[in-house]
């Protein structure tokens, strides 16, 4: 069983930047890829973007490439999600999950397997 722990949520003024983190933990921890998913209230969740754990390889949503960079620690375990010129619109609260094994489609949430619990990011205008 894989264990996942995101942090470094907060709240932020719109135009500033946070760093969250997911960590992994229990069973060899070797994904095809981690994305982050993100759910404001009332709302789906929603992929954010996703890093390929062997190859790097990240994809993100519309809505925030340019401003959002997901990168990876193989050594740690660790996934990072970098947010810069963060908007009221990106408050929500903010999930990591891994998929074990090989996906065709990486954005529906239902490809991945575990989850993290969470960290809310607040962006105050």
């Known amino acids: 069983q894989v264990q996942l722990v995101e942090s470094g949520g907060g709240l932020v003024q719109a135009g500033g930047s946070l760093r969250l983190s997911c960590a992994a933990s229990g069973r060899t921890f070797s994904p095809y890829a981690v994305a982050w998913f993100r759910q404001a209230p009332g709302k789906e969740r929603e992929f954010v973007g996703v890093i390929i754990w062997s190859g790097g390889r990240s994809y993100y949503a519309d809505s925030v490439k340019g401003r959002f960079t997901i990168s990876r620690d193989h050594a740690k375990n660790t996934v990072n999600l970098q947010m810069n010129s963060l908007k009221p619109e990106d408050t929500a609260v903010y999930y990591c999950?891994?998929?074990?094994?090989?996906?065709?489609?990486?954005?529906?949430?239902?490809?991945?397997?575990?989850w993290g619990q969470g960290t809310q990011v607040t962006v105050s205008s």
């Open positions: 999950a891994a998929a074990q094994t090989f996906q065709t489609r990486l954005v529906p949430t239902t490809s991945y397997d575990y």
